[in-house]
Each structure stands twice: as structure tokens, then as C-alpha cells.
């Protein structure tokens, strides 16, 4: 693909940076058309390289991947020497010596590391960690409100870092999911701080990488595709509802790669923006803030699962004895069941008319993008792009619910707004005769279907097993047929499968690699990489416990010895997981 120099409207810039920038590529341009006629005398190469700067991420889904190279970007214009690295890159010893770092991170699952900073901060906050005296640094960290622990990781760099001595040059950012704006301007006033102290000139010295590299699709930018193939995989008999969905790129631009994620724009359910505009008595015609009640309930705001600040305000203003236990007993897990099944509309009809329809927009939080893991390799459908979506859909109180994107997906989707979200540390091995496993259950299976036609398309050599599982073989086995013929055909090599309630016992996939744990453990000492995807709260756990399991029985260790081999998979990114 081409490459275009333009800066999209969502790069860290302000508007002076923009205009310096755009006067940059005029006046060389310029330059340029003036000195073709005349070759510009020898002269000596007076480059000399800027302060170091490493900036460090950690990341589940690359949010945070992509602020730190948009950071990158800004910092090489402003004459630094920049270095972008994962926190799975770097040793504390090396860390130590840095003299300027800015970190930016998420926040996993419910105030966790994500994956790939978890080893770097274990030697962080260990007693043994060195003083940091000479460390100049900054976080910004990525969350969601919606979550408890809140941008938790972020926020125990930020403090583990002082506590060993180390300068904060500007206080930590915690941004929600609306998160560009927030981390442009702690990028720059980061930067601005650095400047000084580092001898930067403050003065861009090229245009910024990210400018010129980018397809231009993002969140604020998607592109509008054509859902072209709905299809249901499960069977009649089963109590999902599971569909391979296929986006046509047409001539978007987009450059996709096995391991991907897909961020589709969805938009909300037209029943429930029509009852929630009966509440307030008005047509989804009505103009609030400037534009119609039914376009900011459609398209802007979350609608379904209610925001914190709404329910907050609700407990307030009406006399609702078990809500305000509820929210007052600040047990997480009590607020969760009573959520279970409640959307916006539940918790409005406890607060009855005392919520005007402009309060009530200000209380609920933008609508997000949701991403799925690609199904399918780029050399075997380089036009499109393939999900596998399970559709939720249950009753409450009377009325229909339903997944928001997956059912918008499966019954209003003819068209949508996409943009892709890249996982480099989620990928096929570039040694094609590395032995791969793969632990995929329910539509966890995704990737590894895009894995296995990348390995087919390239003709690896390497041995490829996939550990598959749901309940119920004769409706849950998707993608059965695709399997049979990789199996028929060498590619995939060993396939395990767990029907958990086919048999009087529940079956997993844990079971299964339990069960075959010496054949694992040879293949991993055969430099085998170990794959996860699907459920974080649960089957992410119990297949880590497995492995560890299997490397501890297998391998003659004890416990601190099995972690430490599993940790050193994940140093060498031979285990890595796309949990959700």
C-alpha cells in the first residue's frame, strides 16, 4: 500500500503543531522543485541525535500501543532520540539506566496488569527493585469507568515509581474511553516538561511517522462496509446463537494480519431508543442539545448497560430502599446481580419524572466501538475480513434484550462502521516450522482459524493443535467441516475437543490438555508457542493452572520452578492470550 503524508484529524497535534508541520512539507516541496537544476554542494552530515526517550506500554487490546507511537511520533518532531517498546522488552536493570520515560498503559479485566506488563511490574514492585533516582518519567493510563479498579495499573506504575525515587516531570492522566483528547495533551505537556531538562530543541525535525503510515480509519474515522455474508454456525438444538459474519474492504486501504482485531461501531436497538423516548413523553424526532432525541439515543450514547454517574444520580433523587443498599453496601458483586439483566430504561423507571431528558443524556457514557478477533488470514481473503460473534439475546421484565453490537450485527447490520485494531503480540510464529497449540473454546476459535489458513496459505511445516470445546457437539461444533478438511489435509494436526455436556462429567479443554500433558509438554520443549483465546474471568484461569500443571508433572518441577518456565514462554512471547 502506498504510503500518503497527511495527518489524520486524531493525531496528537495541536493546531500550531499542524500548521508547522504542513509548512514543512510546502517549503520542502519547494526546495525540492528549486534544486533540480542545481545539485546542492557536498557538504558534512552535521546530524546529531537527540536525548534518548523510551516510551514503554502495556497492552491488552492496542489502545495503548497506538498512544505510545502517537507519542513517539510527537517526541522524534520535537528532537528526541525515540525508542517504542512493549514493558515485556525491557529488564529492570535496563529500565534503570534510562534517564526519560513515558509510560502508557491499560488496565486489564478488573484493576489488572495487562498481559505483557505483568512480568516487567512482578520486578518493579519486588523488594529487590533498584532506586530510580535518576529516572524522569510520566503515566498515562488507559480505562474504563464502567470497571471497577479503574485505571489500576496505571496508577500503580505511577506510585511504585515514585516510591523508588524516580521524577515525575507531570502528573498521571486516567482517561475513560473517550481517551484521544486527554492523551494528546499529556503527550505534549509530557513532552513540554522533558524539553528543559533534557536539552530537546522543541523544534520538529521531520514530520511525524504515524502522519504518514496510517490507512486514516479510526474510531472518530471508520469506515463504512458492507456486511457481505451473515451466516448462522450453530445448530437449531443449541442455546447460542453463533454467526461468521465476512466485512467486504473494498477499496478502504485496509491491511489486515492474522491476529487482529475487528472494532465494529454498533448501533443501539431502535425498540429501546423508542421506549425511552416514550418515557419522556417525546418522539425520536424531539431536538435535544441541537440535534433529534432518536439520533443521540441510536448512535451516541450507551443505552443498554447504565453508567455509574446515572445510577449514582437515580439513587439520589428517588426513594428506592434497594438501590441505595445496593450502591451504599459498595460490594461489587451485589451490584452486579442486581444489574444482571437491567439495562438504561430499568434504572429511568425507578426514577420516574424526576429526570429531564437533558439530564439525562449529560448521566450516560459515549457509544463505544466493540472489537472481535479476526477469523480469517489476509493471504486467503485479502478482501475481507471475518468474525466470529455469538448473538446475545435473553428476557427481562417482560421485554426482549439483546447483546448490542452482536444483535445489531445479526439482524440490522447490512452495512457498518469498522476500523481495525492490530495485535502485534498476538501473531503466527515467523518461524514456519515452529510447532504451534492453540486453546480456542466457543467462538474463541476465531483466530485460530485465521491461524490455521495463514499456516495453510504459507505452507508452514510446523505442527499445528487446536484444543476446541462447547457444550453440545452435534449443534456447538463450529467450523467442523473447515477442521475436518485442515486435518485431512496435514495442517492441523492433532485436534482435541471438549463437549462439556455431552457426558454425565463436564468436559474442558483444560481436561483435555491435562489429559495429554506429555505430548504438550514435548511439543513446548520442541520451541512450541501456546495460544489462548476467549473468556478471561474463567477458562483463561483454569487453562493457565493447566499449563502450569502440565509443566510442573511433565517437566519434574516444583511450583516456583513451573512458574518461572511459563514465565519464560511468556518472556520469549511463545504463550500469549487474546482474553476478553
Request: aromatic fraction near 8%; include cysteine; proline fraction near 5%.
Amino acid at each position: 500500500m502506498s504510503k500518503i503524508a497527511y495527518i489524520p484529524e486524531d493525531a496528537p497535534f495541536n493546531e500550531d503543531q499542524r500548521a508547522w508541520i504542513s509548512g514543512f512539507l510546502a517549503g520542502l516541496h519547494s526546495r525540492l522543485a528549486m534544486n533540480l537544476a542545481t545539485p546542492p554542494p557536498a557538504v558534512a552530515d552535521q546530524t546529531t541525535p537527540g536525548p534518548a526517550l523510551r516510551i514503554l506500554y502495556g497492552t491488552q487490546t492496542g489502545n495503548a500501543e497506538g498512544v505510545a507511537n502517537d507519542a513517539a511520533a510527537a517526541a522524534k518532531s520535537q528532537g528526541f532520540d525515540v525508542k517504542v517498546s512493549g514493558l515485556d522488552e525491557i529488564e529492570l536493570d535496563e529500565f534503570a539506566g534510562l534517564s526519560y520515560v513515558l509510560i502508557v498503559t491499560s488496565t486489564y479485566g478488573e484493576g489488572e496488569m495487562p498481559d505483557n506488563a505483568e512480568l516487567f511490574w512482578e520486578a518493579l514492585s519486588s523488594s529487590m527493585a533498584p532506586r530510580l533516582e535518576s529516572v524522569s518519567f510520566s503515566v498515562l493510563a488507559l480505562g474504563d469507568t464502567s470497571y471497577d479498579g479503574f485505571c489500576q495499573a496505571g496508577k500503580l506504575f505511577d506510585m511504585r515509581l515514585e516510591q523508588l525515587g524516580a521524577q515525575r516531570v507531570v502528573p498521571r492522566v486516567d482517561c475513560d474511553v473517550d481517551f484521544e483528547n486527554d492523551a494528546a495533551e499529556w503527550v505534549q505537556n509530557a513532552l513540554n516538561a522533558l524539553v528543559p531538562t533534557s536539552g530537546a530543541t522543541g523544534t520538529p525535525s521531520t514530520p511525524p511517522p504515524s502522519a504518514v503510515a496510517r490507512s486514516g480509519w479510526t474510531r472518530k474515522n471508520p469506515f463504512v462496509a458492507e456486511l457481505a455474508v451473515n451466516r448462522l454456525l450453530s445448530g437449531p438444538g443449541s442455546d447460542k446463537e453463533i454467526r461468521h459474519y465476512e466485512f467486504a474492504l473494498a477499496d478502504s486501504g485496509i491491511e489486515y494480519e492474522a491476529g487482529d482485531a475487528l472494532a465494529i461501531i454498533p448501533e443501539n436497538d431502535p425498540a429501546l431508543v423508542g421506549a425511552i423516548a416514550e418515557h419522556f413523553r417525546m418522539s425520536v424526532d424531539t431536538t435535544v442539545n441541537g440535534e433529534p432525541l432518536g439520533d443521540l439515543l441510536g448512535h451516541r450514547y450507551e443505552i443498554s448497560a447504565p453508567s455509574k454517574d446515572l445510577l449514582g444520580e437515580v439513587e439520589s433523587r428517588a426513594d428506592n430502599e434497594e438501590l441505595s443498599h445496593v450502591l451504599r453496601g459498595g460490594v461489587k458483586e451485589t451490584l452486579e446481580r442486581w444489574l444482571y439483566g437491567k439495562d438504561v430504561l430499568d434504572v429511568l423507571r425507578i426514577a420516574g419524572d424526576d429526570l429531564s431528558v437533558e439530564e439525562f443524556i449529560g448521566l450516560l457514557k459515549p457509544l463505544q466501538h466493540r472489537a472481535y478477533s479476526i477469523s480469517s488470514s489476509p493471504l486467503a481473503h485479502p478482501d475481507r475480513i471475518h468474525v466470529t460473534v455469538a448473538a446475545v439475546r435473553y428476557q427481562a421484565m417482560g421485554r426482549l434484550r439483546g447483546g448490542v453490537c452482536s444483535t445489531f450485527l445479526a439482524d440490522r447490520g447490512a452495512t457498518a462502521k469498522i476500523f481495525l485494531q492490530p495485535n502485534k503480540s498476538f501473531r503466527v510464529p515467523a518461524d514456519d516450522t515452529a510447532p504451534v497449540i492453540m486453546v480456542g473454546p466457543g467462538t474463541g476459535v476465531a483466530p485460530f482459524r485465521a491461524f490455521l489458513q495463514e499456516r495453510a496459505q504459507r505452507g508452514a511445516a510446523g505442527r499445528n493443535w487446536l484444543f476446541f470445546g462447547d457444550q453440545h457437539r452435534e449443534h456447538d461444533f463450529v467450523y467442523a467441516d473447515e477442521l475436518a478438511g485442515w486435518q485431512s489435509s496435514g495442517v492441523l494436526n492433532r485436534l482435541e475437543l471438549a463437549f462439556s455436556r455431552d457426558q454425565a462429567e463436564k468436559i474442558y479443554v483444560q481436561t483435555r490438555m491435562l489429559e495429554h500433558g506429555k505430548e504438550l509438554f514435548a511439543w513446548l520443549q520442541d520451541g512450541g508457542h501456546f495460544y489462548v483465546c476467549g473468556d478471561a474471568t474463567r477458562m483463561a484461569k483454569d487453562v493457565d493452572k493447566a499449563l502450569h500443571d502440565v509443566v510442573g508433572v511433565h517437566g519434574g518441577m516444583d511450583a516456583d520452578a513451573a512458574t518461572e518456565y511459563v514465565n519464560s514462554l511468556k518472556r520469549e512471547k511463545r504463550y500469549v492470550r487474546d482474553v476478553y
